[in-house]
């Protein structure tokens, strides 16, 4: 009983003692200390981002023909292995579009033979224009000369004599008209109109044969004068030619024969295209997964998926639910650890290869589309099945 009553005195003056010594330092006076600032430390990193996403294989296409028609040939099966160029379908009736390329590189090749030769031959060209100019040339000389001996004065005095030749036959010729015309009434028996009959005849004959002599010496005139005329402009084309030919073939023929190479070519691909339409050519290695349930002899309508190539080499992880605030702690080269929902106790390595730079949306939320290539596989994998996606800080 005295020690309890005693440790509870005790505690009262224990209490007392720290009421004085809390007055005592309120009445003393005192400066606080300014304290100094603690600096937080710094926390860098990169949160941790997850996502749901699914397998497919590295490359894969559903190949459909461009243009509609009877299936012709299926030259595969599923599960078949195929080669990047290999044909898997075609469509029938093709002998008309093979028949059509083969003509159209018939064409490509003769307007390139026509090219090579136009232009391996262009020296020789060249040179032969310049030897057209020459002969020209001596052409004109020759018809200047012509015309010279020709257009003198001695012949244009026999040209005047013929011309004075010319008119006195006229004038007979008038004179016999008349003549005969005076008689005109008489029979034609009459010796009076015989004669004068006759006497008009050989007037006309005379005029005839004079108007003759003086368009023959007339026309060698006119003739020397038109050769030299038409020397001049030969002369003058061979010298064009030439001055065209110093610096390659002739542009028109230049021109002409590379319109023809760009037409054919351009035909060659047309025909090429037509008929590739009517294949279907494996765009890259890979298997056959699907044929869609087509029969040779089916009709086959344009843009429908026939054969369907997947390349399963290496598998890829598609996720399109990383939201913006996610996307920017991603990017191309980082580790990424996925974990098949099949497969829970499987770990696979992947690595980040794209980000989609397009958004797209889903109940307000900005999504992108991230690809990831796995650095491994498993043989339990499955094209479609869903994994989760952690990427690595």
């Not at 005849?201 to 010496?217: G, I, Q």
């Not at 190539?309 to 980082?334: H, K, N």
Request: proline fraction near 5%.
């Amino acid at each position: 009983m005295f020690i309890h009553r005693h440790k509870g005195l005790i505690q009262i003056a224990t209490l007392l003692l720290f009421s004085l010594l809390l007055w005592g330092c309120d009445a003393m006076p005192w400066q606080e200390a300014t304290p100094e600032p603690t600096a937080l430390p710094v926390v860098a990193g990169r949160g941790v981002v997850s996502a749901e996403g699914r397998v497919a294989p590295l490359r894969w296409t559903a190949l459909s023909f461009p243009a509609g028609g009877e299936l012709g040939d299926l030259l595969v099966e599923e599960g078949d292995e195929v080669a990047q160029g290999d044909t898997l379908a075609r469509l029938s009736k093709l002998e008309p579009l093979e028949a059509a390329l083969s003509q159209a590189r018939l064409e490509r090749l003769s307007a390139e033979q026509a090219l090579d030769e136009l232009l391996d031959t262009a020296a020789l060209t060249r040179e032969q224009a310049r030897q057209a100019v020459v002969e020209a040339r001596v052409a004109l000389t020759e018809a200047r000369r012509a015309l010279d001996d020709l257009d003198n004065d001695d012949f244009q005095e026999q040209l005047d004599d013929l011309n004075l030749a010319v008119r006195d036959a006229r004038n007979a010729l008038d004179d016999a008209e008349e003549e005969l015309e005076e008689v005109q009434d008489l029979d034609p028996d009459n010796p009076t109109r015989e004669a004068a009959q006759s006497a008009y005849d050989d007037a006309l004959r005379a005029y005839n044969t004079a108007v003759y002599d003086r368009d023959t010496l007339q026309y060698q005139l006119d003739q020397a004068r038109a050769a030299v005329d038409l020397a001049a402009a030969q002369l003058d084309d061979a010298q064009r030619q030439a001055d065209e030919r110093e610096n390659g073939p002739d542009p028109d023929a230049l021109a002409l024969a590379e319109a023809r190479l760009e037409v054919a070519t351009a035909q060659v691909a047309a025909a090429q295209r037509a008929l590739d339409n009517a294949r279907l050519i494996a765009p890259f290695g890979g298997a056959v997964v699907d044929l869609h349930d087509w029969q040779p002899g089916e009709t086959v309508a344009a843009g429908l998926p026939v054969v369907t190539l997947a390349d399963f080499s290496a598998w890829i992880v598609e996720t399109r639910d990383l939201t913006e605030l996610d996307v920017v702690l991603v990017e191309p080269g980082q580790e990424v650890e996925v974990t098949p929902d099949a497969l829970p106790d499987l770990r696979l390595r992947g690595t980040v290869v794209s980000i989609a730079r397009v958004y797209g949306e889903r109940s307000g939320d900005v999504l992108y589309t991230v690809r990831i290539r796995l650095d491994d596989g498993d043989p339990r994998l499955r094209w479609g099945m869903t994994v989760n996606a952690v990427f690595e800080p």
